[in-house]
Nanobody, 122 residues
């Protein structure tokens, strides 16, 4: 049971990327899904989360207005659309599941998989 993040890459500042978080072995419908990132030399931080039932979304202040999280339960996938990317968005991005969105409590999240590298050049 694991989540797999994909869609990262190298992009210039101001550009866009869409990350995908796909599940294997279970259905995402019943879980909140969070996106996290870890830049070199920094602690992992919460970026965004979408709740399971109502689809309520949460964002870190640093990405509000630029990133959009969404879910497609038919495809068993959660997306993170990232626009107006900045060099400080450079990090490895991970997705994980939980029973509720509490980005400040990473211990509540599980099914961490390998992340996807996002690099934003200036």
């Amino acid at each position: 049971v694991q989540l797999q993040a994909s869609g990262g890459g190298l992009v210039q500042a101001g550009g866009s990327l869409r990350l995908s978080c796909a599940a294997s072995g279970f259905t995402l419908d019943y879980y909140a899904i969070g996106w996290f990132r870890q830049a070199p030399g920094k602690e992992r931080e919460g970026v965004s989360c979408i709740s399971s039932s109502s689809g309520v979304t949460y964002y870190a202040d640093s990405v509000k207005g630029r990133f959009t999280i969404s879910r497609d339960n038919a495809r068993n996938t959660v997306y993170l659309q990232m626009n107006s990317l900045k060099p400080e968005d450079t990090a490895v991005y991970y997705c994980a599941d939980a029973f509720g969105c509490s980005l400040g409590n990473q211990a509540d999240f599980g099914s961490w998989g390998q992340g996807t590298q996002v690099t934003v050049s200036s």
